[in-house]
C-alpha cells in the first residue's frame, strides 16, 4: 500500500516512493534454505522519518549489482515490499521476485523533506524579540546584520538543524538555536557575573555554519564543504566576516571561541574545549537540546510493546 514511512507498521505490505539517504554495498548471505545469495541495504526517506530497506537476492550476483547501480544517493525510488524490524527497529524487506526497487520521478518533493511543525513566524518573532534586548552595541548591531537580512531569515527559517541526528528537518535550525538560548539563557541567570549578551550571541549563531554545512536536495545531507571543513569552521568564519567594522577584538574571539568549542570535546570533532563559563554554559545548553530532542523523537517513532529501544546514538533508551 502506498503509506509514509511514520504510517508504517509491522507485517504492512509497502509500495511507496522514497529518497534514497545512503547505501550500502552488495554482500554475501546465506539465505535460510542452503546456498548463497547477494542482498544490500539503502536508507529511505520522507518527510515523516527515515527506514532502512533491505534487497534480499538470489546467486546471481551480477544482476543484484546492475539493480544496486540503477539508483543511486538523492534519486527518488518506489519500494514494494513488506515492513519487517530489526532491533526493535521497523526495517522494509524486499525479496527478489516478490517485491521490487525501481528509480522514479518525485510528484511532490515536499512529500520526502520533512518540516518543523511549529510556527516558523511565531519562533522567529521569539528570536528577533531577544536580538532587540541586546545591551552590549556591537553584539546587538553583529545579530541584527545576521537576522534583519531578509534573504538570510528566509535561509535561516528552512535551513535543518542536522543530517539525521536532532532537528533533521526544514526549520530545524530555528527550533534548535532558540531552544539553545532558551537553555543557556536560564542557566546563566544563575552566575551573576556572566555576560548573558555574549552567551545569547552564541547560544543563537553556534550552529550557523550549518547553513553552509547541509544541502537539501530530495533529502538532506552533508556537502563536499561541510565534510571537509565543518560547521564549526565554517560558522566561525562566517561571523568573523560579518563582524568586520561592527565588534571589537575581544569580543569577537570570545564569540569565536564559543562557536568553535560548543561540540564540547575534541573527539566530538570540537576544535577547541570550553575555557570560561560563556562557553561551557552554551556547550551544555546545546548538548541538553539535542539530546532531549534525539530522546522525543526515539520514543515517537519507536513502536515496540517493549519498554526499551537500541539507539546507535544514545544505546538503551527507556520508551515508558
Known amino acids: 500500500m ?10 504492512m505490505q509497502v509500495d511507496s516512493l522514497f529518497s534514497v539517504k545512503y547505501k550500502r554495498a552488495p554482500v554475501l548471505y546465506n539465505p535460510a534454505k542452503g546456498g548463497i545469495g547477494w542482498r544490500f541495504a ?10 532502512e530497506v533491505s534487497y ?53 518533493l515536499s512529500d520526502f523533506i520533512p518540516a518543523t511543525t511549529k510556527d516558523v513566524g511565531a519562533l522567529y518573532g521569539e528570536l528577533l524579540a531577544l536580538v532587540a534586548g541586546v545591551q552590549h552595541a556591537g553584539l546587538k548591531q553583529l545579530l541584527e546584520a545576521f537576522f534583519l537580512d531578509p534573504a538570510f531569515a528566509a535561509a535561516f527559517k528552512k535551513a535543518p538543524g542536522a543530517m539525521t541526528i536532532h532537528h533533521a528537518w526544514l526549520g530545524g535550525l530555528l527550533e534548535h538555536s ?9 542557566a546563566a541567570r544563575n552566575y551573576p557575573g556572566v555576560d548573558q549578551d555574549l552567551v545569547l550571541a552564541g547560544s543563537l549563531l553556534h550552529d550557523v555554519g550549518k547553513m553552509r554545512e547541509l544541502e537539501v ?18 560558522g566561525e568564519e562566517m561571523v568573523r566576516e560579518k563582524a568586520k567594522g561592527i565588534l571589537d577584538e575581544l569580543t569577537l574571539l570570545k564569540l569565536s571561541h564559543i562557536i568553535l568549542s560548543h561540540l564540547g570535546k575534541n573527539e566530538h570533532g570540537a576544535p577547541k574545549e570550553p575555557m570560561f563559563t560563556e562557553a561551557a554554559v552554551v556547550y551544555y545548553a ?15 517513532e519507536t513502536t515496540t510493546e517493549d519498554f526499551r529501544v ?4 544514545l544505546h538503551e533508551v527507556y520508551l515508558r
Open 2 to 11: 502506498k503509506a509514509m514511512i511514520g504510517e508504517l507498521r509491522i507485517g
Open 56 to 108: 534480499w537476492g538470489g546467486a546471481d550476483e551480477k544482476g543484484v549489482r546492475a539493480l544496486h547501480a540503477s539508483f543511486r544517493e538523492g534519486d527518488i525510488v518506489r519500494v514494494k515490499g513488506m515492513v519487517g524490524t530489526w532491533k526493535d527497529r521497523p526495517k522494509i524487506d524486499v525479496n527478489e521476485g516478490m517485491g521490487s526497487i525501481e528509480k522514479a520521478q518525485p510528484t511532490d
Open 42 to 51: 539503502f536508507g529511505a526517506a520522507d518527510r515523516t522519518g527515515e527506514i
Open 178 to 186: 532558540l531552544g539553545v538560548a532558551r537553555i543557556a539563557l536560564a
Open 217 to 234: 536536495t530530495t533529502n538532506i545531507k552533508i556537502g563536499e564543504e561541510g565534510m571537509l571543513r565543518g560547521h564549526t569552521v565554517l
Open 310 to 313: 537500541y539507539d546507535r546514538w
Open 286 to 300: 546545546d548538548e541538553l537540546d539535542s539530546k532531549a530532542n534525539q530522546f522525543e523523537r526515539i520514543r515517537t
